[in-house]
């Protein structure tokens, strides 16, 4: 059995991936949702990428966690990605992308994004440092496949995301294709957060070098809309 720890995207938390997990747990792995610096109740809102990446090292090493498969969504891709370099080695045994971003060096989340998302989050960002996904967006774009009931309810379950955390670049000591660890990606195929003319896949998982392809049905957030199919690709995702 192995030890999975999720790691959340913009505007979620750890909490959110609980019925995921559970479904990780009940094939008998061991599943830890930690949730991020910038994303936690009273968290500064003016938190950058090295801060999320910092409490995401300091809560596997508090926990004495080794030979994870490291699992990040969407905007989690830049976390687990500079924390893994940052790990001692044989923490992580494999690191899985659900659908996220993948950084080389210096690359900043903003960079691998439309120029249409970017002024977006330039002109809606509040006073405090936050930037919040406009409903419409996230019906159309990243829940397009749940009925309104239930994208309303998982909206009002999101909270203000910091948007440093989207400008500043991943500090890494070289890029994920070099790391020498076992990568996949876990792709939703209707996922539409990105445009078809800036996929997922290939554009992001072929920055990883060699990896293993899985694929399913669903949503930017299949978290909330296919929560056991999910959970049994992750395994998959995941497994030596």
Same mark, same amino acid.
């Given at each position: 059995?192995?030890?999975?720890?999720?790691?959340? !995207?913009?505007?979620?938390?750890?909490?959110?991936?609980?019925?995921?997990?559970?479904?990780?747990?009940?094939?008998?792995?061991?599943?830890?949702?930690?949730?991020?610096?910038?994303?936690?109740?009273?968290?500064?809102?003016?938190?950058?990428?090295?801060?999320?990446?910092?409490?995401?090292?300091?809560?596997?090493?508090?926990?004495?966690?080794?030979?994870?498969?490291?699992?990040?969504?969407?905007?989690?891709?830049?976390?687990?990605?500079?924390?893994?370099d940052a790990l001692p080695e044989g923490t992580v045994k494999?690191?899985?992308?659900?659908?996220?971003?993948?950084?080389?060096? !210096?690359?900043?989340?903003?960079?691998?994004?439309?120029?249409?998302?970017?002024?977006?989050?330039?002109?809606?960002?509040?006073?405090?440092?936050?930037?919040?996904?406009?409903?419409?967006?996230?019906?159309?774009?990243?829940?397009?496949?749940?009925?309104?009931?239930?994208?309303q309810s998982a909206y009002e379950r999101l909270n203000a995301?910091?948007?440093?955390?989207?400008?500043?670049?991943?500090?890494?000591?070289?890029?994920?294709?070099?790391?020498?660890?076992?990568?996949?990606?876990?792709?939703?195929?209707?996922?539409?957060?990105?445009?078809?003319?800036?996929?997922?896949?290939?554009?992001?998982?072929?920055?990883?070098?060699?990896?293993?392809?899985?694929?399913?049905? !669903?949503?930017?957030?299949?978290?909330?809309?296919?929560?056991?199919?999910?959970?049994?690709?992750?395994?998959?995702?995941?497994?030596?």
């Amino acid at each position: 059995m192995s030890t999975f720890v999720l790691v959340h !995207g913009a505007w979620h938390t750890g909490e959110l991936l609980g019925p995921v997990a559970d479904v990780i747990r009940a094939a008998g792995h061991e599943v830890h949702t930690p949730t991020l610096a910038g994303n936690r109740e009273g968290d500064s809102k003016s938190t950058g990428l090295s801060e999320a990446v910092a409490s995401l090292v300091d809560y596997v090493t508090s926990n004495n966690l080794s030979e994870i498969v490291l699992i990040g969504h969407s905007y989690g891709g830049m976390v687990i990605t500079c924390a893994c370099d940052a790990l001692p080695e044989g923490t992580v045994k494999r690191l899985v992308y659900w659908n996220a971003f993948v950084p080389n060096p !210096g690359e900043s989340l903003n960079d691998m994004v439309p120029q249409n998302y970017r002024d977006l989050f330039n002109a809606i960002a509040g006073s405090d440092g936050s930037v919040m996904l406009p409903y419409p967006i996230w019906r159309e774009a990243f829940i397009n496949d749940a009925d309104a009931e239930l994208a309303q309810s998982a909206y009002e379950r999101l909270n203000a995301h910091p948007y440093k955390t989207f400008i500043d670049g991943a500090q890494l000591s070289k890029a994920p294709a070099e790391m020498q660890v076992g990568k996949s990606y876990l792709l939703c195929t209707e996922d539409t957060a990105l445009p078809a003319s800036m996929p997922w896949h290939p554009r992001l998982s072929e920055k990883l070098g060699l990896y293993r392809l899985v694929s399913m049905p !669903g949503s930017h957030e299949s978290c909330f809309t296919k929560p056991e199919l999910l959970g049994q690709k992750m395994i998959e995702a995941g497994r030596d």
